[in-house]
């Protein structure tokens, strides 16, 4: 049974930094491009950042361009989003996800696997 599972959400204040994991079991997921996703209540899903099989290629939302960091350890089939430079609009709850391309894609319809989410809360 595949799995992922997110952890490193938090309370945080503004300015501050967290360091979110999503460890994948079940399979491997080196093949695959991963994302993390956010939803903030009453908002549409949308994507944060993703990177490639490799690692080589990242992408990121205007939103946390300069202020995120996505990364992945293929040995331990684990993806992890470095947040610094938090806002009180990043608080939501993030998702990690996988997606059997090997490129990146911003569309959550085409990511096959999900997280069960980890909450993220920036106060002011």
């Known amino acids: 049974q595949v799995q992922l599972v997110e952890s490193g959400g938090g309370l945080v204040q503004a300015g501050g930094s967290l360091r979110l994991s999503c460890a994948a079991s079940?399979?491997?997921?080196?093949?695959?491009?991963m994302g993390w996703f956010r939803q903030a209540p009453g908002k549409e899903r949308e994507f944060v950042a993703g990177?490639?099989?490799?690692?080589?290629?990242?992408l990121y939302a205007d939103s946390v361009k300069g202020r995120f960091t996505i990364s992945r350890d293929n040995a331990k089939n684990t993806v992890y989003l470095q947040m610094s430079s938090l806002k009180p609009e990043d608080t939501a709850v993030y998702y990690c996800?996988?997606?059997?391309?090997?490129?990146?894609?911003?569309?959550?319809?085409?990511?096959?696997?999900w997280g069960q989410g980890t909450q993220v809360t920036v106060s002011s």
């Open positions: 990177i490639s099989s490799s690692g080589s290629r990242t």
């Open positions: 079940g399979r491997t997921f080196n093949g695959y491009a």
């Open positions: 996800a996988v997606t059997y391309y090997e490129s990146i894609t911003t569309y959550a319809t085409y990511y096959h696997y």
